[in-house]
């Protein structure tokens, strides 16, 4: 793809096949930091056409100030429109925080692997999120509470600094009524939080410790998300109950630019995680030097 030019206005001219013209139709500010946008876009044949599964990203340029990857947050089933749950870090992603609804941008994509959740069907799904990690993996969520029937036994375990800063955490009841395990923990509490304080890791032992867990483990799928350290942790603890390397997933994240491997900007040796990735079963991470 070539990058398109910016008009006289700023909006980009020649935008491909991959790239659409759309809207924030609404925005909500879910902590002090993170919003979540929902986008439509314009053009109805290509919102109809805009398929993605769990897992894969968008480049969204807001014109005149940038472009940037973004986990598709909403389920893959939602029509009519996306949903993307930013952290307002820099540049585009304050500027971005600062807009209001009916702002047009540009979407292209969906870009980058995704989470087989269609071959755990019939088995147990373990979902794991530390922090922003909670974005990406509500896709997968969504799409598992969605044919709950089809999945032996589900948990969530999400981790956060403080419970000011948990995401959808009005949300948080109804996805315990699909019969999900939910586990909610923060590294420190605040003034009402009658919740656990710890570590992912700590909520994760006491699931691990379960006989019953351990009896199927070979028939338990895991999907990780969060920071690199976590993932460390994490999968070392599921790798020692006795999950294959292939059944657990997550999704790395990288510094990116173009989103489909054009520019080198992302890989990691000849691997280009925008490409190849984001989302990686653990056997092939161990196999990237320097992945995490
Ligand atoms: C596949 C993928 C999916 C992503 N999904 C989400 C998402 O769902 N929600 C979300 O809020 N963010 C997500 N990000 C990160 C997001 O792309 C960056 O926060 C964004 O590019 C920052 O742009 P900026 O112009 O605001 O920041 P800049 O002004 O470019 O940078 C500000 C600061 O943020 C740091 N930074 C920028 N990009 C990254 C990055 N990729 N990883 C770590 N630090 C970074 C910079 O080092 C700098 O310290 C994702 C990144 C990738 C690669
Ligand atoms: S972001 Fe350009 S090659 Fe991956």
Redesign the pocket.
Known sequence: MSKPSCSKNGWPQGLDDYSHRAEITNVYALTAT?KLYQIQIIDPVARRNFLFRAGQ?VMLEVPGI?E????I?SSPSRRGDIE???????????FLGRLERGVMVGISGPF?TCFPVEDMVGEDVLLLAGG?GI??LRAPIMTVLENRSRYGRVDIIYGARRPSELLFGYQHAMWRQFDVGLEVIVDEGEEGWQGPVGLITDILGQRLGQGERCQFVDKTNAIVCGPPVMFKYVCDMLIKAGLPMEKIFV?L????HCGQGKCCR?NIGSTY??VDG?VFDYWSVLNLKEAI
């Open positions: 993170e990203f940038g940037a990857p973004f986990s947050s993307l749950c930013i952290r307002a870090v820099g540049t585009m992603t304050n980058g922003l974005v990406p999704s994240e990288r510094r990116m992302c995680t925008c984001p």
